[in-house]
Nanobody, 119 residues
Framework: QVQLVESGGGLVQAGGSLRLSCAAS????????MGWYRQAPGKQRELVAV???????NYADSVKGRFTLSRDNAKNTVYLQMNSLKPEDTAVYYC?????????????WGQGTQVTVSS
């Protein structure tokens, strides 16, 4: 079994910053891609950013230049630095990881963390 634990959400004014963290735990052989998705009320879940095991990143157009995704492979953790936040960034943010266990492959999700940006 594997688990993703998220932290760092909260309430911030427009133009402010937040940093989200997501740590994977359990019986892990390797972690391939890790990333963040978000879901705003009444909308579908969408990709925010993803990073491969080799460090290659991909961002949604709406966050390019404002968000930075990084990864600490030794800690099985990813960090999403969010700057210049806008009210439209308000959503529940979910961590996602493609994890190889001893005998299983996991498409793991975190429990979600709320990010609210006030105007």
């Amino acid at each position: 079994q594997v688990q993703l634990v998220e932290s760092g959400g909260g309430l911030v004014q427009a133009g402010g910053s937040l940093r989200l963290s997501c740590a994977a735990s359990g019986t892990i052989v390797s972690i391939n891609a890790m990333g963040w998705y978000r879901q705003a009320p009444g909308k579908q879940r969408e990709l925010v950013a993803v990073i491969t095991s080799g460090g290659h990143t991909n961002y949604a157009d709406s966050v390019k230049g404002r968000f930075t995704l990084s990864r600490d492979n030794a800690k099985n953790t990813v960090y999403l630095q969010m700057n210049s936040l806008k009210p439209e960034d308000t959503a529940v943010y979910y961590c996602n990881a493609a994890i190889e266990g001893v005998r299983s492959l996991w498409n793991a999700w975190g429990q979600g963390t709320q990010v609210t940006v006030s105007s």
